[in-house]
């Protein structure tokens, strides 16, 4: 059985980086789409990006397009999303997700992906 964990997530300033990591157990991730969400308190939670099973294509939220990148590590069965240029409203809690669908061309939605990590907790602030 897939088990999705987080990591990577903690306490940077406005204008600062981080980069998240997925990685499973009970599975090869590689098989898998891999998308990240978030959701901020008292706010539903929203894709911010996805990458494809086959072809490793890509999809990113609006919000987040030229400061984010996904990436997939098959050698060491990772998913990463580099976060760069953090902004207050980027703090939420984040979640990697497995799909085996690809990923849609524009947003991904949380209906598509049924296995879920426990969530990372991101927090953007001076």
């Known amino acids: 059985q897939l088990h999705l964990v987080e990591s990577g997530g903690g306490l940077v300033q406005p204008g600062g980086s981080l980069r998240l990591s997925c990685e499973a157990s009970?599975?090869?991730?590689?098989?898998?789409?891999i998308g990240w969400f978030r959701q901020a308190p008292g706010k539903e939670r929203e894709a911010v990006s996805c990458?494809?099973?086959?072809?490793?294509?890509?999809n990113y939220a609006e919000s987040v397009k030229g400061r984010f990148t996904i990436s997939r590590d098959s050698a060491k069965h990772t998913v990463s999303l580099q976060m760069n240029s953090l902004k207050s409203e980027d703090s939420a809690v984040y979640y990697c997700?497995?799909?085996?669908?690809?990923?849609?061309?524009?947003?991904?939605?949380?209906?598509?992906?049924?296995?879920w990590g426990q969530g990372a907790q991101v927090t953007v602030s001076s």
């Open positions: 990458i494809s099973r086959h072809d490793n294509s890509s």
């Open positions: 997700a497995a799909a085996t669908l690809a990923c849609r061309t524009t947003v991904s939605s949380i209906w598509d992906f049924g296995v």
């Open positions: 009970g599975s090869d991730l590689n098989y898998y789409t």
